[in-house]
């Protein structure tokens, strides 16, 4: 049900032109990260020098 809503709001307010959409961000937390890879890929840096790991 907020799903809806929500899209009816942002629907309403996009129509009378009251969104900045300059301020909008995306967020992908929601999404389920793959479980597994079926490819390992090697990485490479771009840094001069990489940075430590911090874990």
């Known amino acids: 049900m907020f799903v809806q809503l929500h899209q009816i709001l942002l629907d309403r307010l996009n129509a009378a032109n009251r969104i900045d959409w300059s301020r909008v961000a995306i967020d992908g937390s ?3 990260a ?3 890879v079926a490819a390992q890929v090697d990485h490479q840096s771009t840094a ?3 940075a430590a790991s911090t874990t």
């Open 34 to 36: 793959k479980k597994r």
């Open 48 to 50: 001069a020098s990489p």
């Open 30 to 32: 929601h999404i389920d």
